[in-house]
């Protein structure tokens, strides 16, 4: 481990903070957060949390919405020198219980509304101690949120010295296992990071900038937010969890918002929306999609909505977006055009190298296809407790990402296809293995394959294919559904079920994925999708 001393990130609220006191750092509704607000306010979590006997190092796994809680747990979670375990709210119960457990966290912050994730966590994580629960109707005699706050108003100030390496946040991102892995996030890899956006995704923002998190905070939507605090950006939350591309727009309106974070499947829904058409969006620099491949027809039309605005990135949680790049001067509308730069994921970012190398971890000739890999400081410090994968994932001093690709003679990387199963679903990574487990354990079902397939609406969606077992009633896609509700968060459920007699097979006895995907198409399970 690197011990050289290092900026602890939570720097970035403290200057901001100190540079800009009165300027609005958080919106939501009719509620304003000035800098200075919300600084104090992380300096009381940080002083409660230690009062509970947290410390340097402790895991704090958070379960929330997107609201002032969330955007603050981040902060004195960093301050602390803890690192932070964040949750997609859409989880199930049981899902959230094996981030509490795999990570042993030692204190769970939650909002109400989830109590049946916060008791999941407590019978799951043997060393969670304390259970803080955010909003109204706290349990009875419970760790209240804002009373904790109210009680630590006037603590001092308190930040950790922290280590390069140190880590402040469990990025959980699932492998081929289905299994979600925690990818450690440090403080020196998160401040080349933070620079390297600022760089290249939304160069020249400053605090009269303003930014709008249309995603959970939890992921790619909250890295953004570190950006929006370091230059003193505000970030408006949406009101509720629903996405409304009409209240999007009208937001976007109100706060002059300059750029946003998002995924293809959001950027499409917004355009295709008539609220487009009704509302000012001028004030808009940059529009981040990354996620998901774009279709070239989404692609002009959002370009011919929104002017040239788009900015698209290419990265997993491992390497924090860190890897391509392709500017807003780098799109065009118009197909003739070369700076249109059709199906590329753009350039390597700055300070990063690409290569797409074969299997012997040897340099591909241009234009070949290989796995693509990565190195530089975006590059994560591993997976939290899982040797095994760390290995694997970093051989031969590159990050692997399983992905397969192409370079082009000037360095710009085309993606065409993965070396696993996953699939892109609105953004989010789906690995069908769990699901096909899952699956398996109905009594109805002998054998299963669930990959995933293009979607004009979501980028790509599941499809399984079921083989029935003999001697039982016969399952349909209600029961299966039925039989996954509570045990998978339904971004992950297929949105077809097909039933055959049986699946093909190699010699080995194992299902071929390849040949189901072809007899979908060849019986006309799954119709093509033009790609525009």
Request: glycine content about 10%.
């Amino acid at each position: 481990m690197n011990a050289a001393q290092a900026c602890n990130l939570a720097q970035l609220l403290r200057q901001t903070a100190r540079q800009f006191p009165d300027r609005p750092g958080l919106i939501q509704g009719d509620n304003r957060w000035s800098w200075s607000q919300i600084d104090r306010r992380v300096d009381a979590l940080v002083a409660a949390l230690h009062a509970l006997g947290l410390q340097k190092g402790d895991c704090i796994l958070t379960q929330s919405r997107n609201n002032l809680a969330m955007f603050e747990c981040a902060w004195a979670a960093f301050r602390m020198g803890c690192v932070w375990v964040p949750t997609n709210f859409r989880l199930t119960p049981q899902e959230v219980a094996y981030l509490g457990e795999s990570s042993g966290a030692r204190a769970m912050l939650v909002e109400t509304c989830f109590a049946g994730h916060a008791e999941a966590v407590q019978a799951a994580a043997p060393e969670l101690k304390h259970v803080v629960w955010i909003g109204a109707d706290a349990p009875a005699g419970s760790l209240d949120y804002e009373a904790l706050l109210a009680r630590h108003a006037d603590a001092p100030a308190a930040e950790a010295t922290v280590a390069h390496d140190d880590p402040l946040w469990f990025f959980y991102t699932s492998g081929t296992t289905g299994k979600p892995k925690a990818a450690i996030l440090t403080h020196g890899q998160m401040g080349f990071v933070v620079t390297n956006h600022l760089a290249d995704l939304i160069p020249g923002t400053t605090e009269t900038d303003c930014s709008i998190a249309v995603a959970p905070l939890s992921h790619g939507a909250g890295i953004h937010a570190l950006l929006n605090v370091a230059r003193g950006a505000a970030t408006v939350l949406l009101p509720g969890e629903k996405m409304d591309p009409a209240v999007v727009w009208q937001l976007i309106a109100q706060h002059r918002v300059s750029n946003l974070f998002t995924v293809p499947t959001i950027v499409k829904l917004l355009v295709e929306h008539p609220a487009v058409d009704q509302c000012d969006h001028s004030s808009l620099r940059h529009v981040i999609y990354a996620g998901a491949p774009m279709y070239r027809a989404d692609q002009r039309l959002a370009l011919q909505k929104l002017g040239p605005v788009l900015v698209q990135y290419f990265g997993l949680g491992e390497v924090t977006g860190c890897i391509t790049v392709l500017p807003a001067h780098m799109h065009s509308a118009d197909d003739a055009d070369p700076n249109a730069h059709i199906g590329s994921c753009g350039r390597p970012r700055t300070g990063m190298e690409v290569a797409v190398l074969d299997a012997e971890m040897q340099p591909v000739a241009t234009g070949e296809i290989g796995e693509i890999c990565v190195r530089g400081p975006a590059v994560f410090a591993g997976y939290h407790a899982n040797p095994e994968a760390t290995a694997k994932a970093l051989r031969g001093g590159w990050f692997h990402t399983g992905d397969l690709g192409r370079l082009d003679a000037r360095g710009l990387l085309y993606i065409t296809g993965r070396e696993s199963d996953m699939y892109i679903s609105g953004g989010s990574n789906v690995y069908p293995r769990e699901c096909e487990e899952l699956l398996l354990t109905h009594p109805g079902v002998a054998e299963v394959a669930v990959l995933g397939v293009p979607d004009r609406t979501w980028g790509e969606v599941g499809v399984a294919v079921v083989v029935r077992r003999e001697g039982v009633p016969a399952v349909n896609a209600e029961t299966l559904l039925a039989h996954l509700d509570g045990h998978l968060a339904r971004y992950r459920w297929p949105r077809q079920f097909v039933f055959w007699d049986a699946l093909p097979k190699s010699g080995y006895g194992k299902i071929t994925k390849k040949d189901v995907r072809a007899l979908l198409y060849e019986r006309g399970d799954v119709m093509p999708i033009d790609a525009g």
